[in-house]
C-alpha cells in the first residue's frame, strides 16, 4: 500500500546548525511532495514542494532533495533558528487519488532547536 | 489576505452528542479537504469538495461523518452520535483547483468525554 514515513521521530539541533529532515516514500508512482510546518495548536503550514521531474529545489534557508531511485526525500534547513522549532511532515499527493489531489501524510519529526 | 478560518476552535462533547464543524476556505478556492489528525500522528485525508460537489469521500471512517459544502464555499463537518475515538484535531484545507499545494486552517480540536 501507499506510506510515507520518517527516519527521525525527534531532531534536536543547536541554533546555527544545519538541520536535515528526512522521508522515505513507499509508492514509486508518487510525482509530487511538500513539506509541511507544524507549530503546537496550528494547521499545518506549506513550506517547499517538489515534483518527481526534480532532484533538488531551493526556498529560502530550505532545501528539498529528492532521491527517486531509492524513494527519499529529504528537507534541509540552512542556519536553524528557534523559530523553526516545530514538527515537520512530509506529505505525498495520492497517486492513485485521481482528480482528488488529497495528500498522505507521514508521522512527522519534532524539531528542537536549542538556543 | 484571510486565510482558512475554522471553528470552533475548541470542541468538547458528550459521547452520543452530535456535532458541526465549519470550515472558510480561501476566497476563490475551489478545492476544500477535510482531514483528521488524531494525537501525535500526520493527518489522514477524509473527504473533497470541488464547489459544491463532493468528490472524494474515501476517507471517512463510518457513516456518522457527514460533510457538506452546498454553495461551493463553506463547508461544515458533521458527526453524529460521537465516539470517544472520535477525539482528533479536524482541519480543512483549501486549494486553487489547478494548484496541489494546500493552504490549512488552525483546525478544531474534538475531544469526546
Known amino acids: 500500500g501507499e506510506s510515507v514515513g520518517l527516519h527521525l521521530p525527534t531532531l534536536s539541533v543547536q541554533e546555527g546548525d544545519n538541520s536535515i529532515i528526512n522521508c522515505a516514500y513507499s509508492?514509486?508512482?508518487?510525482?509530487?511532495f511538500i513539506w509541511y510546518k507544524q507549530e503546537s495548536g496550528k494547521g499545518p503550514q506549506f513550506i517547499i514542494d517538489i515534483r518527481s521531474n526534480m532532484d533538488k529545489r531551493q526556498g529560502q534557508r530550505v532545501t528539498v532533495l529528492l532521491n527517486k531511485t531509492v524513494k527519499h526525500l529529504s528537507l534541509q534547513i540552512a542556519a536553524t533558528q528557534p523559530g523553526d522549532s516545530a514538527v515537520y511532515f512530509c506529505?505525498?499527493?495520492?497517486?492513485?487519488?485521481?482528480?482528488?489531489?488529497?495528500?498522505?501524510f507521514g508521522t512527522g519529526t519534532l524539531l528542537a532547536v536549542q538556543p | 489576505g484571510a486565510g482558512v478560518s475554522q471553528s470552533p476552535r475548541y470542541k468538547v462533547a458528550k459521547r452520543g452528542q452530535d456535532v458541526a464543524l465549519r470550515c472558510d476556505p480561501i476566497s476563490g478556492h475551489v478545492s476544500l479537504f477535510w482531514y483528521q489528525q488524531a494525537l501525535g500522528q500526520g493527518p489522514e485525508f477524509l473527504t473533497y469538495?470541488?464547489?459544491?460537489?463532493?468528490?472524494?469521500k474515501s476517507g471517512l471512517p463510518s457513516d456518522r461523518f457527514f460533510a457538506e459544502r452546498p454553495e461551493g464555499s463553506v463547508s461544515t463537518l458533521k458527526i453524529q452520535r460521537t465516539q470517544q475515538e472520535d477525539s482528533a484535531v479536524y482541519l480543512c484545507a483549501s486549494s486553487l483547483r489547478t494548484r496541489v499545494e494546500q493552504f490549512f486552517g488552525p483546525g478544531t480540536r474534538l475531544t469526546v468525554l
Open positions: 509508492n514509486s508512482a508518487s510525482d509530487y
Open positions: 469538495f470541488q464547489n459544491e460537489a463532493q468528490l472524494d
Open positions: 506529505a505525498e499527493k495520492s497517486p492513485g487519488g485521481g482528480a482528488t489531489n488529497k495528500l498522505i
